[in-house]
């Protein structure tokens, strides 16, 4: 399923959510706020159907300019920029406009994440593409989000895949990062909205 919810109808299928990726393990939305501490706007899309074999769950929260700064102070050194060659997008190829129009057949091999070749040490970080994004979207950008996010990658694995709804033979990532989750928080400090997510590929 995929859900892009309001504050008015968000609470129930927020929580259900959070338990969802806890039941694989709960290291993957520890970083996620709890309810009590949501700010006045915000809204949440999860994809469980693990459509072109990932599945995700992020929050954005907007108004956040408190928020932004707690999480800058606690990972200063640790800031990276779409611009950055070693930055990957997840399934970059998909956007809002073509979603319902591009197949994710298996046997499909027309689909293909893009990656530079410039990236020092090939030591890639890889964050969601944020196509279904309602605040900050920019579709001219490989992840769908304005240029103006910045981008803080607090865990990533290439190896361990913790949903059996991804199969290991199919990928759409390159080779040497066929599979695996991130989870981290996106931030835009000129529109004050951050966003917590967590992806499985």
């Known amino acids: 399923m995929i859900i892009s919810c309001n504050k008015k109808i968000t609470n129930q299928n927020y929580n259900e959510s959070l338990l969802y990726f806890q039941n694989k393990n709960k290291k993957l939305v ?3 706020p709890i ?5 006045s706007k915000y809204s949440v899309s999860v994809d469980t159907s693990a459509y072109f074999n990932t599945e995700s769950l992020n929050i954005t929260i ?3 300019k408190e928020e932004i700064e707690r999480i800058k102070k606690e990972n200063k050194y640790n800031l990276y920029k779409i611009t950055d060659p070693c930055i990957v997008a997840v399934n970059d190829f998909i956007k809002e406009d073509n979603f319902p129009f591009i197949d994710d057949d298996p046997q499909n091999n027309n689909y293909h994440t893009t990656y530079s070749e410039n990236c020092r040490n090939k030591n890639y970080k890889i964050i969601p593409n944020f196509w279904g994004a309602i605040y900050g979207k920019d579709s001219k950008i490989k992840n769908n989000l304005s240029s103006n996010f910045k981008y803080i990658i607090l865990d990533s694995n290439t190896e361990t895949i913790y949903s059996d709804k991804i199969r ?3 990928s759409y990532m390159p080779a040497f990062i066929n599979h695996g989750y991130s989870k981290g928080v996106a931030f835009n400090e000129d529109e004050n909205i951050i966003i917590y997510w967590v992806v499985l590929w």
Do not use: C, E
Not at 35 to 39: A, Q, R, S
């Open 30 to 32: 520890s970083h996620f």
């Open 168 to 170: 290991q033979d199919i």
């Open 35 to 39: 309810k009590k501490n949501l700010l």
């Open 62 to 64: 907007t108004n956040a």
